[in-house]
Each structure stands twice: as structure tokens, then as C-alpha cells.
């Protein structure tokens, strides 16, 4: 059983930045990957960033690419997201995952744990 906290979320203006945390209870924490996603109001959980096991690979999403940058520490068991230059849009619930594999999925279906979520609020 993996066991997710998520913490670092707020209320900040656009164009500002905020550091997501995820803090995983596992023995095992290199052997997941790990996920980011977000969920807005009246929309579906949709992928952020990825990144495997050994933090070498990662993996975003479009509207995020240059300015999110996600990272993990294998030795503290925990996983981060960079979020610079937030706009409205990136207003959301957003969700730490893991999945025990060596590869990063995108799809919501694959995932095995999930965090609480933490809320994200970018003003205008």
C-alpha cells in the first residue's frame, strides 16, 4: 500500500510561481513512477508531468512544457512540481500518483495510488 500527501498549494497571482510536494509512505519509492495531474472545474483529470523511477526521464504535457518542471528525491521518498509563470488556466485540484513501473503513463486508468489533491487558485 502506497500512501500520497500532497502539500504546497495556494493562492497566487499570474505570472507567479508555486512548488508542489509529494510525500509517498512506500519501501519501495524508486520503483514508481510518478505523476502529476489536475483537475479543474467541470473538467476531467488530465496529466500534467511525469517522471520514472530514476528521475532521468520525464515527461509533460504541452501547456506546460517550459514552465512546469517536475523532480524527485528517492532518498526523502518524495516527488516535486515547479510551477513558474502561472496563468488562470493552471487553476485546479492538482493530484500526485505512482505507478510501479519503469515507464510514465499519461492515462488516469493506469495509476495504482493517488494523493488527496491540493488546491492550486491563480488569480488574473
Known amino acids: 500500500q502506497v500512501q500520497l500527501v500532497e502539500s504546497g498549494g495556494g493562492l497566487v497571482q499570474a505570472g507567479g510561481s508555486l512548488r508542489l510536494s509529494c510525500a509517498a509512505s512506500v519501501r519501495t519509492f524508486s520503483s514508481y513512477a510518478m505523476s502529476w495531474f489536475r483537475q479543474a472545474p467541470g473538467k476531467e483529470r488530465e496529466f500534467v508531468a511525469g517522471?520514472?523511477?530514476?528521475?532521468?526521464?520525464?515527461y509533460y504535457t504541452d501547456s506546460v512544457k517550459g514552465r512546469f518542471t517536475i523532480s524527485r528525491d528517492n532518498a526523502k521518498n518524495t516527488v516535486h512540481l515547479q510551477m513558474n509563470n502561472l496563468t488562470p488556466e493552471d487553476t485546479a485540484v492538482y493530484y500526485c500518483a505512482a505507478k510501479r513501473s519503469i515507464a510514465i503513463f499519461t492515462s488516469t486508468k493506469l495509476y495504482d495510488y493517488w494523493g488527496q489533491g491540493t488546491q492550486v487558485t491563480v488569480s488574473s
Open positions: 517522471i520514472n523511477w530514476s528521475g532521468d526521464s520525464t
